[in-house]
């Protein structure tokens, strides 16, 4: 499905808000590694907004997402004084883990073993 005007609109004011509120409340730094907000997505009606989260080199991103969801309320109130006035609603908060990294990392794995076992193979 298409996602509208107002929903990318209201979805990029939110991950830049986001950004913000992430840095304000130290959540961009977790275990040693860097927290990001790799995409927003906001439900037609705007009720709901999805954050994918990216970690990279933190040692535990499902102990870095929990710490994050512990800090929702807190979030969300930054969140609702930032965009109070531009949101009839702040939209209920989900948060996930974006694993793009992961997979390309995985992806370029496998080419360059690939690669190794043509070479192998061409000896």
Do not use: C
């Not at 702040?90 to 690669?115: C, G, K, M, R, S």
Request: aromatic share 6%.
């Amino acid at each position: 499905m298409q996602e509208g005007k107002r929903q990318k609109q209201v979805a990029s004011v939110i991950k830049e808000e986001m950004n913000a509120i992430f840095r304000h409340l130290d959540l961009n730094m977790i275990g040693g590694g860097m927290v990001s907000i790799a995409d927003v997505k906001v439900t037609p009606d705007l009720l709901e907004a999805r954050i994918y989260l990216s970690f990279f080199q933190v040692a535990d991103s499902q102990a870095a997402l929990l710490r994050i969801e512990q800090k929702a309320w807190e979030i969300k109130k930054e969140l609702s004084h930032k965009l109070g006035k531009q949101l009839r609603r702040i939209p209920v908060i989900h948060y996930y883990l974006d694993d793009t990294l992961d997979q390309v990392f995985h992806i370029e794995e496998l080419l360059a073993q690939i690669n190794r076992n043509s070479d192998k193979n061409n000896d």
